[in-house]
């Protein structure tokens, strides 16, 4: 069975950075996609960045292009996503996610069938 445990979310200011990290336990196969999820209050859970292990591949929203990026060290199963120039509106609660499929990009939170906890983020300005 697999199992997304994430960690490192916190408070930071405006223009801070945090680290996330996903460690993931259990077979997810070879061919799978990770992403990380994040849901204000009030807002629908939305992607946020995506790696896909067939075209090893990493793809990004738009609100977080150029700030975030989505490490993954293969050999500790840990996903990482490293946000950078935080701004308030990063503040949410974060989710890892993964799915049993490759060369097919998701953004959709439902076509995603494991999934952490959550780790909250809040930005301050």
């Known amino acids: 069975q697999v199992q997304l445990v994430e960690s490192g979310g916190g408070s930071a200011q405006a223009g801070g950075s945090l680290r996330l990290s996903c460690v993931s336990s259990?077979?997810?196969?070879?061919?799978?996609?990770m992403a990380w999820f994040r849901q204000a209050p009030g807002k629908e859970r939305e992607a946020v960045a995506i790696i896909d292990s067939g075209t090893r591949s990493t793809y990004y929203a738009d609100s977080v292009k150029g700030r975030f990026t989505i490490p993954r060290d293969n050999a500790k199963n840990t996903l990482v996503l490293q946000m950078n120039s935080l701004k308030p509106e990063d503040t949410a609660m974060y989710y890892c996610?993964?799915?049993?499929?490759?060369?097919?990009?998701?953004?959709?939170?439902?076509?995603?069938?494991?999934w952490g906890q959550g780790t909250q983020v809040n930005v301050s300005s």
């Open positions: 996610a993964a799915r049993r499929f490759c060369y097919s990009v998701s953004w959709v939170s439902t076509d995603y069938r494991y």
């Open positions: 259990g077979n997810i196969g070879s061919c799978n996609s």
